[in-house]
């Protein structure tokens, strides 16, 4: 009876039918089909994983100032990361839990522990989620943010009412694929697909909204990508049509492994080189490696082929690198 009612009700999100929403369930251009259980299950019980380290600590340890008027980025940890840019300090799926896990005591450990500790936080005006997967959504750093900071918090369709279902007191306001929000007389967000999914359980795939996110001010355009699949690229290809080419371009390059179940969700690094080139940013980061182990590879190797990728494209490695928790880049002014 419970999956009978999941199927036929979206408890998210209820909207019109449009290209992107079939009433049910969200869609993005380029959607493959939904993994079954039964792919699950041989995920989860044939494949076989790399043993990763216990402990696998990162050298860099961020204290951040309390603003910057031109650009700082911080990786806190596998996709979380403080953006200050134009006198605005940004979260973007912030999560400081011990797991990636609705449970305190199963699913995937933290191996480092983020890279800026929660005292020093500088004052967060703004969070963004990109979607619901417990990896960028996590309910106790969000109510801790809320509870510390009262920041604006933005999401994309129905993931507003996960957040409320955690304290009815936060009020997240939630946006579509193509919208535009004004931040600050200097700072614009833009939500842009990804080629991802989302659920927070067994039968609710794709009931709320997935993103990336398009940040535009006076000093450069910065582009992140939560989680995302290559599909036919043409999503990469219309930020830089769009926006031009960004500055800065946060990209994932891990939890690709085995490629028959992640090629549809998940880029490999030579993937995440060509979503670099397609783009046409100025520089990027990888992350979404090294935190969390979400899949089979082994831990360095995301870095590894990264780096091996860079090379073969003939491109510089400054470029395009994978960061560790706690790594600062701070580029030279716009």
């Known amino acids: 009876m419970t999956a009978i009612f999941w199927r036929r009700r979206n408890p998210y999100y209820v909207g019109p039918q449009t290209t992107e929403f079939d009433g049910l369930r969200f869609r993005t251009a380029v959607q493959p089909r939904d993994k079954s259980l039964a792919d ?20 860099f340890r961020d204290v951040p100032p309390q603003r910057v008027e031109d650009l700082r980025v911080t990786l806190i940890g596998h996709a979380s990361f403080l953006i200050q840019m134009a006198g605005t300090n940004i979260l973007v799926d912030p999560v400081w839990s011990q797991r990636a896990s609705p449970f305190r005591r199963l699913g995937p450990k933290r191996v480092n522990p983020p890279g800026i500790a929660w005292e020093d936080l500088p004052p967060i005006d703004l969070v963004l989620i990109t979607h619901n997967h417990y990896d960028h959504l996590d309910r106790h750093t969000v109510i801790e943010l809320h509870r510390r900071f009262r920041p604006r918090m933005i999401v994309p369709l129905g993931n507003d009412t996960i957040i409320r279902r955690f304290a009815p007191e936060i009020a997240p306001e939630a946006h579509g694929w193509n919208d535009e929000v004004a931040i600050s007389p200097r700072l614009r967000i833009h939500l842009k697909p990804s080629y991802h999914w989302s659920a927070r359980g067994l039968f609710d795939k794709r009931m709320a909204q997935w993103c990336a996110y398009v940040f535009q001010s006076d000093i450069g355009t910065v582009y992140h990508i939560g989680d995302t699949a290559y599909g036919d690229g043409a999503i990469f290809r219309d930020i830089a049509r769009d926006f031009g080419p960004p500055r800065l371009a946060l990209i ?48 360095a190797e995301p870095a590894e082929r990264l780096a091996a990728a860079m090379a073969a494209a003939g491109l510089p490695p400054e470029r395009f690198q994978s960061f560790r928790p706690g790594q600062v880049l701070a580029p030279a002014p716009a």
Do not use: K, N
Not at 40 to 57: A, C, D, G, I, N
Not at 276 to 295: K, M, N, P, R, S
């Open 252 to 299: 994932p390059i891990g939890a690709y492994e085995p490629r028959w179940f992640m090629r549809d969700a998940h880029v490999s690094p030579e993937e995440a080189v060509q979503i670099f080139l397609d783009c046409e940013a100025e520089q990027a980061v990888g992350h979404h490696w090294g935190t969390f182990q979400l899949t089979a590879e082994p831990i």
């Open 40 to 59: 699950t299950y041989r995920l989860l019980f044939e494949v076989e994983r790399s043993q990763w380290p216990e402990h696998y600590p990162s050298p």
